[in-house]
């Protein structure tokens, strides 16, 4: 990347450091899930929303102000999320690759899920290779924990490393989904390989073909 490039990219990252700070915002990656809200619509005002990888609580906060106080929002990670003081926020400490998360989270939800979010990472190592296969399999826990809790017609959103990997985990999206778009917010870094996919409209069981 160009010196101009990287300077841009430093700018914009203490840009959104700065405005979340002072919009008391637990994260810069609030932006992210805040600016696809705002143009897809896709978490509205009542929505049941399960936010894995959670901490510390950015993307909490913005699907909360989607929801609103009707909805539910249950934010679940390895690490302690800081409690918040609305009783439609939940946290819990879960690992998402243990085998029993689904139930574990189905046992907190009011009813099945209207959306499924994930921004999932590992801590990065740097050995891309590995840091994009971990990643992968997170988002494909996560594709597969959306597909038992989110009712017919919910919505996923989830973070993905581009790669070799990654065409083949959105051919896995696209045939359960009505519509996957890729989304590369204003708010994510130009020079990461860090992209989200959006698919709307979960399709039941029985109009997916085998
Ligand atoms: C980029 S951070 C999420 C930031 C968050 N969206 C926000 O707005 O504050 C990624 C999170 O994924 C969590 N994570 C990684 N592996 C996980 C797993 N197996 N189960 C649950 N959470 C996991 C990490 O602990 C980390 O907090």
Sequence with gaps: M??????????????YYKKAKAENYRSRATYKLAQTIEKYHFIKYGDVVVDLGAAPGGWIQAARKAAGKKGFVL????????PFEQTYIRTIVLDMTEPDAVQQILSFLPTKADV?????SPNISGVWEMDQAIQIDLATKALGVAQQILCVNGNFFTKVFEGD??????????PLFEEVKLIKPKASRAK????????????SHKNVEE
Excluded: C, H, N
């Design 2 to 15: 160009g010196k101009t490039k990287t300077w841009i990219t430093e700018r914009k990252q203490e840009y």
């Design 75 to 82: 934010g679940v990670d390895l690490k302690p999320i800081e």
């Design 116 to 120: 499924v979010l994930s921004d999932m």
């Design 165 to 174: 990997m990654f065409k083949e985990y959105l051919e896995k999206v696209k």
């Design 192 to 203: 990461s390989s860090e992209m989200y996919i959006l698919a709307l409209g979960l399709k």
